[in-house]
């Protein structure tokens, strides 16, 4: 099985709400990432963590917050945001040595109004 | 100059045409490639993974690699209107576990 399950797929959210992403996985993996992807652009990573603890911001706004609950869990809280900040937010996990096979969930897709 | 070069589409061809999709790749710590494949509104799906030189076959796709030239292919056989879908090429060094670099990706249409 190599699913990665984010919840919701939708969210559309108001400039001074509060929600957050969820993504899961249970291929035993311990490296899960944050990506963002805008319209007919590649995916821009965001966020890594390794054995449940961050290990790389890619300089992202202090508006996004990612949590790493446990090995299997990923959130991704969201506060403040701007319009430009719509996209679709990717969830991806991995073994963490270098340059396994990562796999994708469907995204959430991100409204901001 | 990005680390990544993928040739840009759209690329529009018959069903059943052999399509060739590359990416060329600046950054020698690159060591293991994917293609992944996106449909609209969709996370990308691994398709394709590999980390040495010469070629991988799963059934119609075919990914090659080419190290010393820095260039990467998948080939698609008896292509099907189901593979219409943006094609991504992805890097990763050997540390950073799998920190992906991606190329901008080609828009593929398959037309019945």
């Known amino acids: 099985d190599t699913e990665v399950t984010q919840t919701p797929k939708h969210l559309v959210m108001g400039m001074t709400n509060k929600k957050s992403l969820k993504c899961e996985q249970h291929?035993?993996?311990?490296?899960m990432y944050w990506y963002k992807q805008k319209a007919k652009k590649p995916p821009e990573l965001m966020f890594v963590?390794?054995?449940?603890?961050?290990?790389i911001n890619e300089s992202v706004p202090s508006r996004f917050s990612p949590e790493c609950p446990n090995s299997s869990l990923l959130n991704l809280h969201l506060h403040a945001l701007q319009p430009e900040d719509s996209a679709l937010y990717l969830c991806?996990?991995?073994?963490?040595?270098?340059?396994?096979?990562?796999?994708f969930g469907q995204g959430t897709r991100l409204t901001v109004v | 100059q990005k680390e990544v070069e993928q040739d840009p589409g759209p690329l529009s061809v018959p069903e059943g045409a052999i399509v060739s999709l590359n990416c060329t790749y600046s950054?020698?710590?690159?060591?293991?490639f994917m293609w992944y494949r996106q449909y609209s509104r969709k996370g990308p799906e691994l398709l394709m993974y590999?980390?040495?030189?010469g070629n991988k076959e799963d059934g119609r796709f075919t990914a090659q690699v080419d190290k010393s030239s820095k260039y990467i292919s998948l080939f698609i056989r008896d292509s099907q209107p189901s593979d219409s879908a943006t094609y991504l090429c992805?890097?990763?060094?050997?540390?950073?576990?799998?920190?992906?670099?991606f190329g901008e990706g080609t828009q593929l249409t398959v037309n019945p």
């Open positions: 991806a996990s991995s073994q963490p040595t270098g340059g396994t096979e990562a796999f």
């Open positions: 950054n020698s710590a690159f060591q293991y």
């Open positions: 291929m035993g993996h311990r490296a």
């Open positions: 590999t980390y040495s030189s």
């Open positions: 992805a890097m990763a060094r050997t540390v950073g576990g799998s920190r992906l670099t």
């Open positions: 963590y390794s054995y449940e603890k961050l290990s």
